[in-house]
């Protein structure tokens, strides 16, 4: 389980679709619209850098799903 929380805005059914829990989002949609999750407030710990750290590996994983959604 991924706990991400931010804003997160996909392109679905023609509709815009907001969510704030990176889990919530569905496992198909059409595009990626935006991706803006919440960091930290520094100083940071050596733990909260490992977890920024993850924000680009989840960030692919939903453009593999708007990519995997138009074949």
Do not use: C, W
Not at 26 to 52: K, M
């Amino acid at each position: 389980m991924i706990d991400l929380k931010g804003t997160f805005v996909i392109l679905r059914n023609k509709r815009l679709e907001t969510y704030n829990n990176f889990e919530e989002i569905p496992e198909v949609f059409s595009n990626l619209i935006r991706f803006e999750p919440d960091y930290p407030l520094g100083p940071h710990t050596a733990e909260q850098h490992e977890e920024i750290e993850k924000y680009s590996d989840y960030l692919k994983n939903l453009l593999l799903r708007e990519n995997a959604s138009s074949n």
